[in-house]
């Protein structure tokens, strides 16, 4: 009997009509968010001893994570977006010169329950009235936006829910986290800070007042101490409800930006996107105090729209105010969450300027008061990342993949470059003298034919600020693969030391970290022994109980009349 492919046409096969999947088949859409280094890699394995070019540094003993999403099954919406996949997490052991690699999933609530029914069961991007029928009540965070190390665990993270604790050497996902019993909220922050000082543990969550889908305004920040104990938790409101994706800390404050991209139920409801950029709306940025703080101690400074990119550093000066660094675009960099009413806008994202602002706020000023960034440098950039031992402080370094549209770019070889043109790896450094000044650039492209992906800091033992090295994931986009580059991180310009080159294609991922190994042996020992291995949640979040004491009723996977995490969406108890 001929195969089916050979007597019909292959649009006939295509299991997707009126954008909505349909038909059994495994075949996900023909769309730019499946295609070139996104296509689905939905692979799980190990290679030991990556083939290397040039010499890794034998000092380097650790491990480089890094998570992207990568999508199980063919979603159940042809327009699907990247970030909506399912979080599988990238490690890359190096010691001795040599590199091993280990690719696994998160495995999460969302993807234990699509693994046993072998598709897709969870609709829209954060919108849970999309979702099939059978997974309502079901946590349906993915997991896919960082990866980072805390007492002896990586937490994989995405800011929709809580995170999940995976084994550092195995990868293994031990389940979900909630700090044992002490953090209930929905939602949890993918970008947590630790204070390098003291140990801690500086976190938040936004959309936190219900089950994370209500679109409302309610946050959280948390401070969680070195031994594990949740010494801060501060509840407040913001002026709107819009996305605030990442933070910065000082010494004796967070700033929390929060970006014009608006969340409405009422979208959510109509099956529509959770968020949708507001061109009219202001950049705003919250000062919430570390240490005591109460709602109404948190104040909110505006500035003209834009939208936020990633935070460097962040730290108080001589006079008490604090210096935050982060980039900031002059419009909307997901263009895929258009203003309501309008078509996205993939060709207006190439015009969009993103330099690296700092903003000097002072603390005493009033809430509402309006600030303008103190410099702007032209770095036309995005994914800063600093020397961490420097967070909370001074600092002089940063790192940051930057757009070059002036370098060669070959297009009839490689097509549209998958994520943005991140043609460059950037060095920045501060005029050391004066924070009022743009210092010096130190920059290594990549090629005519590849692009970069967030880089990572190795510290130097001993070694002064910005000492050590840089890694980052390159993509050969005329051969749909993958090498981990490695620089001396002061040098950049010089070229890599090393080049590992691993034999397939990964996604384009969101956020890493390097973990030095002597810190994973020694919370290996603490576990094995005082500490106990890491503990998974053992209760249901309140949201899901509360789901569950009314019966599911008619409402679509956990709106419960607004009562959850013990209080309700008002902040009553």
Known sequence: MAHLEAIAP?????????????????????????????????????????????????????????????????????????FNGDGSVTAIRIQDGHADFKQRYVRTDKFLKEEEARQSLFGRYRNPYTDNESVRGV??????????????????????????????????????????????????????????????????????????????????????????????????????????????VSKNYMVLPLTPLKMSLERLKAGGNKFAWDPKEDQVYGIVPRRGGKPEDVKWFRANNGFHGHVAGCYENEDGHIVFDLTVADGNVFFWFPPDGEKPDLPGRSRLSSPTCRWVFDPAAKSGTRVTASLEWTTNGEFSRIDDRYVTKKYEHFWQLKVDPMRPYDFARCGPPAGGLFNCMGHYTWDPEDEGKIGTEDVYFAGPTA???????????????????????????????????????????????????????????????????????????????????????????????????????????????????????????
Request: hydrophobic share 35%; net charge negative; aromatic share 10%.
């Open 139 to 248: 946590i349906r965070t993915v997991s896919n936006t960082n990866i980072t190390f805390w007492r002896g665990m990586l937490l994989a993270s995405k800011e929709d829910g809580p995170p999940f604790a995976m084994d550092p050497v195995t990868l293994e996902t031990i389940g979900r986290y909630d700090f044992e019993g002490q953090i209930t909220a929905p939602t949890f922050t993918a970008h947590p800070k630790f204070d390098p000082d003291t140990g801690e543990m500086l976190c938040f969550a936004y959309e936190a007042g219900t089950d994370g889908a209500d679109c409302g305004v309610d946050i959280v920040s948390w401070t969680i101490s070195a031994d594990g104990v949740k010494t801060e938790e501060l509840w407040f409101k913001a002026p709107f409800a819009g996305m605030i994706h990442d933070c910065g």
């Open 10 to 82: 292959e649009v006939s096969l295509y299991p997707y009509s009126n954008g909505k999947r349909t038909g059994p088949r495994v075949k996900f859409p023909d769309s730019i968010a499946f295609s070139s280094m996104n296509k689905p890699s939905r692979f799980e394995g190990d290679i030991t001893d990556l083939e290397v070019t040039g010499e890794i540094p034998r000092d380097i003993n650790g491990t480089f994570y890094r998570v992207q999403p990568d999508h199980r099954f063919p979603p159940m919406f042809e327009d699907d977006i990247h």
């Open 451 to 573: 692009t970069f992906q967030e880089p990572v800091f190795i510290p130097k033992d001993g070694g002064k600020e910005g000492e050590g090295y840089l890694a980052a994931l390159k993509n050969n986009l005329d051969e749909l693969r993958n090498d981990v580059v490695i620089w001396d991180a002061l040098n950049l310009a010089k070229g890599p030391l090393a080049t590992l080159h691993l034999p397939l294609r990964l996604r384009l991922g969101f956020h890493g970290n390097f973990v030095d190994h002597r810190d994973i042996e020694a919370w290996q020992q603490r576990r094995a022994g005082e500490l106990g291995p890491v503990q998974p949640a053992k209760e249901p979040l309140p949201w899901q109980r509360a789901f569950a004491a009314n019966g599911a009723g008619s409402q679509l996977n956990g709106h419960t009349n607004g009562i959850t995490n013990g209080r309700r969406a008002n902040g009553s108890l």
